[in-house]
């Protein structure tokens, strides 16, 4: 039962983490600590105290606070369980080597506000290298561009997710699924667009684009084949040793 793999993993978190906290103390109450002076072994109690503290990071690094948040006497929430703060900035992940990883929360822009600029609109952008495929999720309130005119626009709230490997590179917003084959070459005028049905049929014969449909005739998706000289199979060897493996 996943519940019971769930509780098992919180009573082992749990446990751990009283330990490291009780050596903690165990080392800030050292005699050694509390003599005058810097001896050696005072030293010595300081880095274990350290090194403790460093465990802590690494296991509140596993915490899901599962008992929610609890108001300390400074006005801070706190996780009972591992200490940390509510919504204070993490700067490190811990992530499964197996299994599903995940990142972050589903966000999306919620302020019904027109921001003054992008700095301040922004909610969140980020980036992700995964095994040579590369992501970025973008997301802003709403706000006001003066950039390249006068007067200023206004750019829509957007969740924005791009998604980059081989040459090729899709992003998908609110409004729009883009996919570009070839990047822009700076200095270069944007692609021109047009539906399919603008097209004259000479150039749609060029373009090597399937449009999916299911059996009511709607519209379900695309697809594109790549020249072939972009799909380099893998070495012989390569091909082997997974073959193996
Ligand atoms: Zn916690």
Redesign the pocket.
Known sequence: MPRMKKTSVEERLKRAMREVIRSMDFAAEHPALAKRGNSREAKRIATIYQQLALAWDFL?LQ?????GFVKKRDGFRC??????IEDAPESWLLLRRNGRKTIGRLTRPTSREIFANKRAALLLDDTLNFHGAKFRVEVGHARRSSLFRAPAITVAAHRTVTCKESGVECSIDDHMIRLRIEPRRARTAPPGGAFPWELPRKALKRFPVLLEYDERGRFVGLCIFRPVATRRPPPAAAVKTQGSG
């Open positions: 509140a915490c899901k606070h599962w008992d996780c009972p369980i591992c200490g940390t």
